[in-house]
């Protein structure tokens, strides 16, 4: 079975600065890697995904991921953090023709000004 | 509707209380997935639907763990006798098809306290 790991349980960045956040899987093959973001009393949004192609994948609010097979990791990026990206982050790994995600245990970020 | 929707949203119950969570999917979404969010854990995956069947309610923590679709679209999850270990949040997601490929959408989900 697929799982995930995300090393870092809280990340404190300063407003403007670039942020990562790491995420390591384990699977046979290729998986399908998901980040979502949690605010306080949301549900999860998904920030962007990774089926095939190319490894470098551009989501929404301006995050980025990376897939690194040989790493079996897939960071999360994003160049100036915003006030508003304080939240929680969750990395998920996904398995052709198995409809369950595996999470990992989130990282929480907090934005200084 | 236009996403998708859980009530309540925060639940306060006694130890031992019977609970029944709701879940209305996006309108045309032939899966559902509840999920469970327990302080400080990733998400625990409890059962998936697709249509009004249940093919995998393999994580359903006990046998007072229930659920069921009706029509094809809202969903109960149903906590018996329940249990302060049964605290937790707890989130429905839905997608167009078992396996679409583009993640889920998630509710806002039920925060449950059991006191």
């Known amino acids: 079975a697929q799982s995930v790991t995300q090393p870092d349980i809280h990340i404190t960045v300063s407003e403007g600065a670039s942020l990562e956040l790491r995420c390591n899987y384990s699977?046979?093959?290729?998986?399908?890697l998901f980040w979502y973001v949690q605010s306080p009393g949301q549900g999860l949004q998904l920030l962007l995904k990774?089926?095939?192609?190319?490894?470098l994948v551009q989501g929404i609010k301006g995050f980025e991921a990376e897939f690194k097979r040989s790493q079996s990791s897939f960071n999360l990026r994003k160049p100036s953090v915003h006030w508003s990206d304080a939240a929680e982050y969750f990395c998920a790994v996904g398995v052709r023709n198995d409809y369950k995600l595996s999470f990992g245990a989130g990282t929480t970020v907090t934005v200084r000004a | 509707g236009a996403g998708v929707s859980q009530s309540p949203s925060n639940k306060v119950t006694e130890k031992g209380k019977d609970v029944e969570l709701r879940c209305d999917p996006i309108?045309?979404?032939?899966?559902l997935y509840w999920y469970r969010q327990s302080l400080g854990q990733g998400l625990e995956f409890l059962i998936y639907f697709q249509g009004n069947s249940a093919p995998d309610k393999s994580g359903l923590p006990s046998d007072r763990f229930s659920a069921e679709r009706t029509g094809g679209s809202v969903s109960t999850l149903t906590i018996q006798r329940t249990q302060q270990e049964d605290s937790a949040v707890y989130l429905c997601a839905s997608s167009s098809t078992g396996w679409d490929g583009y993640g889920y959408t998630f509710g806002s989900g039920t925060r449950l306290t059991v006191v």
């Open positions: 309108s045309g979404h032939t899966a």
């Open positions: 990774y089926f095939s192609g190319d490894t």
């Open positions: 699977y046979g093959a290729t998986p399908y």
